[in-house]
């Protein structure tokens, strides 16, 4: 990856659907060059899809919370596939750390949170314990890895 590579990446990842064009012009190249690198990231799997940004409080889903779970030895696999299941569930890390899983969930208020999303939660046997993080105000948050 060459230095026009990560300038393709950072203003793609701040506009997917900037026009190649538009793209050439601000890094001063051809848009065959810019159609030929982005191919290239593509083909190699640094570019795996493009997505739109959503405004997670404009459709409704006001709460975010990071849920820690610490679960029975040997389970990470089990657990891991019931919490992908469940549709509040955005990410799912499975740590070194004090808990053995950190995820996090967005729901519409404090009462889906605890009614649906914790309780689904509590049901999965192989989790010995949880404590629930709820987002007070999101100072930064960024997409993808830093370029």
Avoid: W
């Avoid at 795996?48 to 029975?72: P, Q």
């Avoid at 990410?91 to 950190?102: A, N, R, T, V």
């Avoid at 996090?104 to 689904?120: G, K, P, T």
């Amino acid at each position: 990856m060459d230095d026009l590579d990560r300038k393709l990446l950072v203003s793609l990842k701040e506009d997917a659907r900037k026009p190649f064009l538009k793209l050439a012009k601000e890094l001063n190249v051809s848009d065959a060059t810019v159609h030929k690198h982005v191919a290239a990231l593509e083909e190699s799997g640094v570019i795996t899809g493009y997505s739109a940004k959503l405004d997670a409080e404009k459709l409704g889903f006001g709460i975010t919370a990071f849920i820690e779970l610490r679960i029975k030895p040997g389970t990470a696999d089990i657990v891991g596939e019931k919490l992908a299941k469940i549709p509040r569930v955005l990410d799912i890390y499975e740590l070194h750390s004090h808990c053995d899983f950190l995820i996090r969930v967005q729901v519409r208020d404090i009462h889906e949170l605890r009614n649906e999303l914790v309780a689904r939660i509590t049901t999965i046997p192989e989790i010995v314990s949880k404590e629930t993080n709820v987002v007070l105000n999101t100072v930064k948050s960024v997409s993808g890895p830093p370029i």
